[in-house]
């Protein structure tokens, strides 16, 4: 049996219908040329009116990933360090030690179902680190909790203006509640913060590698960054801009992912296992470490695997769809 690895946040439902007609029918000279004009692109103009942020504030990006690179790669060249929280998205560690970037983190401790940020050893460790960027996650992967606007809003006083302070939104829109305005509001209020998106979750894009990021106002300035010359690729541009006018069709499809995610959780706390609160599109497990190798055989016969385990003893569970959840659930009935 070949195993489906679908074990890495992605939405299985699958872009809109609009989204999926622009790759269908993509033209044949949007192919062959590039975007009229130098340093252009369709999509920084369709970001700037959905966000109403001027289009020179506005980054694109192959990712988020494609982002986080450039940044690690300028933090490598002045031989500095990020400021980071204490469980991240695996890629942060990963690419800090291949770029030689010491990763410095504060705790994030667990308060009953959840995890928390620990604002004050975050500030007290950049006051004693001086880090070149500080960099959080919200929600957070693997953990799933939030950043607040006021806990965002205590780190940006008590950085200095020259210090970028990177939000990675990726799991954007799976969130029990999201005050959008106030996180955007930040944006005008300090110069060196950026909101990183992207197309790869909420909008089931992964394959295409489209990510983007809402800049305070010295951002580009600090980062000395400027647009592509030639500009993004356009295929991606063009369904960018098609996904994001079908808000309805995601609205929906993260409504499904949300519902099937407190149904996966609730399931599981039944088994009597600890299960965290998630605000995105994959829950966390601290299972004790006889239940880790008797889920470990079990998830190692099935056929799609939605389940990540973790060096720690932590498991992340990826939501996936109706059927494969409860594929598994059938499959831990034993547990
Ligand atoms: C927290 C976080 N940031 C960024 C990414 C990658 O985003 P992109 O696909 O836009 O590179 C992931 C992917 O899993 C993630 O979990």
């Known amino acids: 049996m070949k195993q489906q690895f679908l074990d890495r946040n992605e939405t299985l439902q699958g872009p809109s219908p609009k989204a999926l007609r622009v790759l269908r029918v993509f033209k044949k000279n949007h192919a062959s040329t590039y975007i009229p004009g130098y340093y252009s692109s369709l999509l920084i103009s369709a970001l700037s009116k959905k966000f109403h942020i001027p289009e020179d504030r506005i980054i694109l ?112 829109g799976f969130e029990k509640k999201y005050d959008e305005k106030s996180f955007l509001r930040l944006l005008e209020k300090y110069p060196n913060l950026v909101l990183l998106r992207t197309f790869s979750k909420y909008y089931a894009l992964a394959g295409m590698r489209i990510g983007f990021g809402l800049c305070g106002k010295n951002v580009k300035k600090i980062l000395n960054y400027e647009n592509r010359f030639l500009g993004l690729s356009r295929v991606l541009e063009e369904t960018a801009i098609a996904a994001f006018n079908s808000e309805r069709y995601y609205r929906r499809v993260a409504d499904e992912v949300k519902r099937d995610r407190e149904y996966l959780v609730s399931k599981l706390r039944a088994k009597g296992l600890k299960v965290f609160s998630s605000n995105a599109n994959f829950i966390l497990l601290k299972p004790s470490p006889r239940t880790v190798s008797k889920m470990k055989k079990i998830v190692g016969k099935q056929e799609m695997v939605l389940v990540k385990f973790f060096d720690d003893g932590t498991v992340r569970i990826s939501i996936g769809l109706r059927k494969y959840i409860d594929a598994l659930l059938k499959d831990l009935k034993s547990l």
């Open 61 to 172: 990006s192959y990712g988020i990933e494609d982002f986080l690179s450039l940044m690690f790669e300028k933090v490598s060249e002045r031989k500095g360090s990020i400021l980071t929280s204490e469980y991240c998205y695996s890629y942060y560690r990963i690419h800090a030690k291949f770029k030689g970037v010491r990763l410095l983190t504060f705790r994030m401790p667990e308060v009953g179902d959840s995890f928390t940020f620990d604002i004050k050893d975050c500030i007290r460790k950049y006051r004693a680190y001086k880090p070149e960027i500080v960099l959080l996650a919200s929600p957070a992967s693997p953990t799933g909790n939030v950043l607040s606007v006021g806990e965002l809003e205590t780190i940006l006083k008590n950085v200095r203006k020259d210090c970028p302070v990177l939000l990675d939104q990726a799991y954007r």
